[in-house]
């Protein structure tokens, strides 16, 4: 991304993409988008670039290669090279006053799908926190139409709302939470199974449900 050659060494690293606000003395929303690089230090450096050294255990509010958000990208024309790669949202400002030309990456924010917003849609946008990252996906209200709300609740699920919505993460490719799963009766002597991801730290899964796909954290 961005180096004099593609055959140059990529670095894992990640940009701040939402600065933390501080809430009743506690920092909320920040959000790291971690990626690999192989502009030079020079560049990481005034982009903003942070190095990740264990990637087998990336730093907390961190996301590999998130569908959404993504971070700005900055570029910049110099006498040997075109450099262009991810920067801090902290340091826009300062890198256009440095001559970088500051574009908004282009994708579409998902739909927020709630009850009230959309009340004939098949699924609702919902989330659970997991390292630090609101990690959030569109559950299929038959998911829900077939649980209690204490399963919901048992589970660490929250549903969306306009409030929380730009905290969200989505598709990154890690953190990603665990799955659990659970056989439940379909009429007729059938059954079925359902499966969605959950909070892990909760102390116990409801009754039935087990651990069907174990969490990933490392950043490979």
Not at 178 to 195: E, F, H, R, W, Y
């Amino acid at each position: 991304m961005g180096s004099q050659t593609k055959y140059a060494k990529k670095d894992l690293v990640y940009v701040p993409i939402k600065i933390a606000t501080t809430v009743e003395g506690a920092e909320v929303g920040g959000v790291n988008y971690a990626f690999w690089t192989n502009v030079p230090q020079v560049a990481k450096t005034a982009l903003g670039q942070v190095p990740i050294t264990t990637p087998e255990n990336p730093p907390l509010g961190t996301v590999l290669a998130s569908n959404f958000p993504k971070p700005r990208r900055a570029s910049k024309r110099e006498a040997l090279r075109y450099t262009s790669s991810f920067c801090s949202a902290a340091l826009i400002t300062q890198l256009k006053i440095a001559g970088w030309r500051i574009t908004r990456p282009r994708v579409t924010k998902p739909p927020l799908h709630t009850s009230a917003l959309r009340p004939n849609s098949f699924i609702q946008t919902a989330y659970v926190t997991f390292r630090g990252i609101k990690y959030a996906w569109q559950l299929p209200k038959v998911t829900i139409t077939n649980v209690t709300q204490a399963v919901i609740d048992g589970l660490g699920i929250k549903l969306a709302t306009a409030g929380d919505f730009d905290e969200l993460c989505f598709g990154g490719n890690s953190p990603k939470p665990p799955k659990a799963a659970v056989t439940i009766a379909d009429g007729d002597n059938s059954s079925k199974t359902l499966s969605t991801f959950y909070d892990p730290s909760t102390s116990t899964l409801p009754t039935g449900w087990t651990e069907s796909k174990a969490p990933i954290i490392a950043f490979n």
